[in-house]
């Protein structure tokens, strides 16, 4: 429980200091596949297509999403309290806008430790 409120703690305040989510370099890298809702893995998007929010439906007590486009701009967003992935808007556009894919890495922490799933892509027409 004290590490759960330390974690909200330290969230709260890089939200109010400005800090970025990043992706935790000490994960292990494992062969399996997130799983989310919905399933968006390995589809075809349009141009200027509302953000893609899911939830992290494999179990896990957070997570961190590393996407980057095409042409080499990242983004790295953190789960809510519900494990929802949600994009902001203008990071969205920033991100889609021009490119042709984006590859998006999952990272899950469950007991006291990070592990890198595989990556998946998105297509964009």
Known sequence: MKGHLLYWAITAICLLAGCTTQVPHEAKEVKKDV?????FQEV???QGIAPLNFIIES???????????SEGKEVVIATNSRNE???????????????????????????????????FGINIL
């Open 35 to 39: 799983v989310t809702y919905p399933d």
């Open 59 to 69: 179990p896990c007590e957070k997570a961190i999403l590393s996407v980057q486009n």
């Open 85 to 119: 992935i949600i994009f902001d808007r203008k990071e969205w556009s920033e991100l889609t806008q021009g490119s042709s894919s984006l590859q998006c890495t999952p990272y899950l922490y469950n007991d006291k430790k990070w592990e890198k799933l595989n990556t």
């Open 44 to 46: 075809t998007i349009p």
